[in-house]
């Protein structure tokens, strides 16, 4: 509530209204079709006071002049696709001085077709709806000082998925402090908020497909961040140093899709939000997103443009892959002379490696030939990783029969068991057969054993991790083993035929 030595008489509130006027552009200047609460004692509680473009629609409460609602329009939180989708948790961008708390204000406001002006007795808050998902902000203050301002996400945002998993992963919150970008997962919030100190020029917070953000335009006061949860949705706070009686300080405010064509509206390195990867992998990533757009372009279904992909990708790695299951293949066949050779100079080992490097330059086989092209293939997993995640494409867009969301984990778990049954049938045509066993040493059998506990173990184990995946990345995954699976059968019976 604003204290009572802070009134201002009736005259010195309009004249100081005019002047701020008269500073304002002529793009913020209240157009026609303007409605005003003509007597300031008689102001009543409205709470749905719109602004509206062909992306958003928002919602304002006269209460503190907060945002209380932004339907994003085109998405919604269950497959009716009504956009009746809200992005907010509850009440957000309010104001709060170090003195008073004007959240339960009640103001006065003026509304035209794009713009809303709310008036207080020492402050004002001015929004204009952009054409996109951006918001202009500006805080006008005249005749009150104090030590700092707060401008608080209030609620978080809100819960847009019904299928919530992971959430502690997925949802965060971010600032860009002094050059460098803070992203906090849920994960490492504790009961205390934490804060950032330094100079900030956006603060944000983001669930799976959707971010909330604020970036401060033209000044450079001290700010503060700090991050929080509440009611298990991530909020922040954006604190602004200011010791003048007089000012105006602008904003640009975010409420849309992690896009990075759309976050790059707020500008500031606004868009660094959307990297979910190390950052020297973020380029990659967003290539395999371009990809997957433009083949969605040509197929509009992005189930089988995800399976495009997966075949795409096989044929660049063919080369790396072919490797890896020919130099396994050839390890298999010259085991015996390995055991034979180890078994006759196991007492000296200098001998013993130099008549294995003759086997394996005679055969054409390097040992860590079945590595070196699996560790290439990690980087490229990471950046997938996310690219199918992470990827708002994939919302809410099915594939075929009982996958209805892409996004979302199998109801069934059939694509993650078929995937368990593909990695066993990939790893089972990697053992060793009986007639190999026999010639192998004891130690090679006991390599033999663990592998295939291993063969047995890890599709189980993969399915269990799996099950709760986005089925477009579970789909990838299980096509991409199919496809490694069928390579290894013909590599296989290509040895056979020698």
Not at 215 to 229: A, M, P, Q
Not at 241 to 246: A, I, P, R, T, V
Not at 291 to 302: D, K, S, T, V, W
């Amino acid at each position: 509530m604003v204290s009572k030595s802070d009134d201002a008489s009736p005259t010195e509130s309009k004249s100081t209204v005019e002047t701020v006027d008269k500073e304002s552009s002529a793009k913020e200047t209240v157009q026609s079709k303007v409605k005003v609460s003509k007597v300031r004692g008689d102001i009543k509680l409205d709470e749905n006071i719109v602004l509206e473009n062909d992306k958003i629609k928002l919602v304002f409460s006269n209460k503190g002049g907060q945002l209380i609602g932004a339907y994003l329009k085109g998405y919604s939180k269950d497959l009716s696709g009504d956009g009746s989708l809200n992005l907010l948790a509850g009440k957000a961008l309010s104001v709060s001085f170090d003195q008073d708390d004007y959240q339960n204000y009640l103001f006065d406001y003026e509304l035209s077709e794009n713009s809303l002006k709310f008036i207080g007795d020492k402050y004002e808050k001015i929004f204009v709806l952009n054409t996109d998902y951006t918001l202009s902000f500006e805080l006008r203050v005249a005749g009150k000082k104090f030590n700092y301002y707060q401008i608080s996400m209030g609620d978080g945002i809100a819960e847009t998925e019904l299928h919530v998993k992971g959430k502690n992963r997925d949802y965060g919150s971010a600032a860009y402090v002094e050059n460098s970008l803070e992203n906090e997962t849920m994960s490492s919030f504790d009961e205390k908020p934490d804060v950032y100190e330094g100079d900030a020029s956006f603060i944000a917070v983001y669930n799976k497909y959707f971010a909330l953000g604020v970036r401060k335009l033209g000044f450079e006061n001290v700010v503060r961040s700090e991050f929080f949860v509440i009611n298990d949705n991530p909020s922040a706070n954006f604190r602004i140093q200011e010791s003048k009686d007089n000012f105006s300080h602008k904003f640009r405010v975010y409420l849309g899709p992690v896009l990075v064509q759309d976050l790059q509206a707020m500008g500031g390195g606004f868009e660094k939000i959307s990297d979910k990867t190390w950052s020297f992998l973020n380029w990659l990533s967003k290539f395999f997103i371009k990809i997957l757009r433009f083949i969605h372009n040509l197929i509009p279904n992005y189930g089988i443009a995800i399976i495009i992909f997966a075949f795409l990708l096989k044929i660049i790695l063919y080369p790396l892959t072919h490797k890896m299951f020919e130099s396994t293949q050839k390890m298999q066949e010259i085991q015996p002379m390995i055991a034979e050779i180890q078994s006759k100079y196991k007492n000296d080992k200098v001998k013993m490696n130099n008549e294995l490097r003759m086997v394996y330059k005679n055969y054409g086989v390097n040992p860590l030939g079945g590595c070196l092209p699996l560790l290439l293939q990690i980087p490229i997993f990471i950046a997938l990783y996310p690219a199918l995640k992470y990827s708002i494409a994939l919302r809410q867009q099915p594939f075929v029969g009982w996958i209805v969301d892409l996004s979302a984990p199998d109801p069934y778990y059939i694509l993650p068991i078929l995937m368990g049954i593909f990695m066993y049938v990939q790893q089972k045509f990697t053992m060793a057969s009986s007639g190999d066993l026999a010639k192998m040493t004891d130690q090679q059998k006991a390599m033999q054993s663990t592998q295939k506990m291993m063969m047995y173990g890890m599709p189980v184990f993969m399915v269990f991790i799996f099950r709760d995946f986005p089925s477009g990345l579970v789909l990838y995954w299980a096509v991409f083993n199919l496809l490694s699976t069928v390579q290894q059968i013909y590599i296989k019976k290509r040895f056979a035929k020698k």
